[in-house]
């Protein structure tokens, strides 16, 4: 924990380029934080989806072994999601570049819906 200006806490959140987590992808479990339209469209083989939307309700249940590396489509909703994760793990990344930076690379995407997607909160 830091502390910024006003004395209020801060945690640092370290950054993965696409570069690298293609590199990792055994070792790190990709965080998807894009609309499920997005996601189905094209995501990082083996992705999670966590739509940012979702983030507050469902991070706390978001189980997994391997750091986390989140990503989105440009790294805005990277932003949002990855320090809610933090909240409640240490290994949390933020993907430089998101899909955008994936896709111009030519790295590999899959289609179509995720099979274990964490059940979206209802109304209550």
Known sequence: MTRAAGG???ARL???GVDEVNARLGEVQVVDAREPFEYEHGHVAGARL????????TAAA??????????CGDEVRSLLVAPIL???RTDVRR???GMVDWTERGFGVE???QRDRL??????
């Open 86 to 88: 933090a909240r409640t």
């Open 50 to 57: 966590l739509p940012w939307t979702d983030a507050w309700e």
């Open 119 to 124: 059940a979206c909160p209802t109304a209550g």
């Open 14 to 16: 370290d950054v993965l």
């Open 8 to 10: 209020r806490p801060t």
């Open 62 to 71: 978001f189980a997994s072994e391997r750091p986390l590396a989140v990503i």
């Open 111 to 113: 289609k179509g819906r």
């Open 95 to 97: 993907v430089t570049g």
